[in-house]
């Protein structure tokens, strides 16, 4: 075997370099850190310590993997759960508003025109949006007799007075429906006011 002869400069550069890369791969971090980059430029390089650190952290890795998505998994459990429990919060919200509507004599109507303002508004509770139907809907004024601006059945309205109403309903034992009628017709007659025609 012909022997190549070197200075002694490039002597030592070579077992600086030997030295070096001997106490890299000695050492437990750097070591497989070396292996990893000799196996980037020479995929077909033997490296021993980083295939068994490979064996050994793949297992590691699938568990933590499955650990995540588990975690994840809980995750979106309770979330959705916690979504559901808000939504069915608001919905019994609703509910009850509206039940609370009926329950003041709110008819259907008037509930759909208050459904109409919470979509509108974006409002989640309909007697806040039953107060702003009624402030844009304000209650008709009552109908009052013409006159005297009250009812008096007893004392009719027409000249018909009290005792004459009662006497005939005592005489007929309740039984005078002339006298309810003539009662009836002048109310109705006082309340309509003047003919219009």
């Given at each position: 075997?012909p022997?190549?002869?070197?200075?002694?400069l490039e002597?030592?550069?070579?077992?600086?370099l030997?030295?070096?890369?001997?106490?890299?791969?000695?050492?437990?971090?750097?070591g497989?850190?070396?292996?990893?980059?000799?196996?980037?430029?020479?995929?077909?390089?033997?490296?021993?310590?980083?295939?068994?650190q490979?064996?050994?952290?793949?297992?590691?890795?699938?568990?933590?993997?499955?650990?995540?998505?588990?975690?994840a998994?809980?995750?979106?459990?309770?979330?959705?759960?916690?979504?559901?429990?808000?939504?069915a919060a608001?919905?019994?919200?609703?509910?009850?508003?509206k039940a609370?509507?009926?329950?003041?004599?709110?008819?259907?109507?008037?509930i759909?025109?208050?459904?109409k303002?919470?979509?509108?508004?974006g409002?989640?509770?309909?007697?806040?949006?039953?107060?702003?139907?009624e402030?844009?809907?304000?209650p008709?004024?009552?109908?009052?007799?013409?006159?005297?601006?009250?009812?008096?059945?007893?004392?009719?309205?027409?000249?018909?007075?009290?005792?004459?109403?009662?006497?005939?309903?005592?005489?007929?034992?309740?039984?005078?429906v002339?006298?309810?009628?003539?009662?009836?017709?002048a109310?109705?007659?006082?309340?309509?006011?003047?003919s219009?025609?």
């Amino acid at each position: 075997m012909p022997t190549v002869e070197i200075d002694e400069l490039e002597f030592k550069q070579n077992k600086q370099l030997r030295d070096t890369v001997s106490k890299l791969l000695a050492h437990a971090e750097a070591g497989p850190l070396v292996e990893k980059a000799l196996k980037m430029v020479d995929p077909n390089a033997a490296t021993p310590r980083l295939d068994r650190q490979n064996q050994i952290q793949e297992p590691i890795n699938a568990a933590l993997k499955r650990v995540e998505e588990l975690e994840a998994a809980m995750k979106k459990k309770d979330d959705e759960r916690e979504k559901n429990e808000k939504l069915a919060a608001i919905q019994a919200r609703v509910d009850a508003g509206k039940a609370q509507l009926r329950r003041d004599g709110w008819t259907e109507d008037g509930i759909k025109g208050v459904e109409k303002i919470m979509e509108e508004r974006g409002l989640l509770d309909p007697l806040d949006a039953a107060a702003i139907f009624e402030k844009q809907h304000p209650p008709q004024t009552p109908v009052t007799p013409a006159g005297s601006g009250a009812w008096n059945f007893m004392e009719g309205t027409s000249g018909t007075g009290a005792e004459d109403f009662v006497k005939s309903m005592l005489e007929s034992k309740g039984e005078s429906v002339a006298a309810l009628d003539k009662t009836i017709n002048a109310t109705l007659n006082d309340i309509r006011g003047p003919s219009r025609r």
